[in-house]
Nanobody
Framework: QEQLVESGGGLVQAGGSLRLSCAASEGTFSSSHMAWFRQAPGNEREPVAGVSIFGTTYYTDAVKGRFTISRDVAKNTLSLQMNTLKPEDTAVYYC??????????????????WGQGTQVTVSS
């Protein structure tokens, strides 16, 4: 069974940068659609960025131009480079994976595997 472990969260001032990583345990990484979601206190989990099996990337409007999702198949690692961070980016960030084709990367129910989450806090 796929296991995902996130790292790289922390506290940063507004305008700063962080890089999140997600290490996948199984060799199915290369055939998985993967994404980052986030959940702030009192809010529902929301999509942040995704990358398809073919390498196509997707971003929610709130992070376009500031965040970059990437995957390293050789290292079984998914990353999220976050620049120009804002206080509203504060949330727990989750890595997710699905080994089947999905039609809507934003739908959390489509993903089979989830990491435990990593906290990102942006101070103003």
């Amino acid at each position: 069974q796929e296991q995902l472990v996130e790292s790289g969260g922390g506290l940063v001032q507004a305008g700063g940068s962080l890089r999140l990583s997600c290490a996948a345990s199984e060799g199915t990484f290369s055939s998985s659609h993967m994404a980052w979601f986030r959940q702030a206190p009192g809010n529902e989990r929301e999509p942040v960025a995704g990358v398809s099996i073919f390498g196509t990337t997707y971003y929610t409007d709130a992070v376009k131009g500031r965040f970059t999702i990437s995957r390293d198949v050789a290292k079984n690692t998914l990353s999220l480079q976050m620049n120009t961070l804002k206080p509203e980016d504060t949330a727990v960030y989750y890595c997710a994976a699905c080994s089947r084709p999905i039609s809507n990367w934003r739908e959390s129910a489509a993903y089979d595997y989830w990491g435990q989450g990593t906290q990102v806090t942006v101070s103003s």
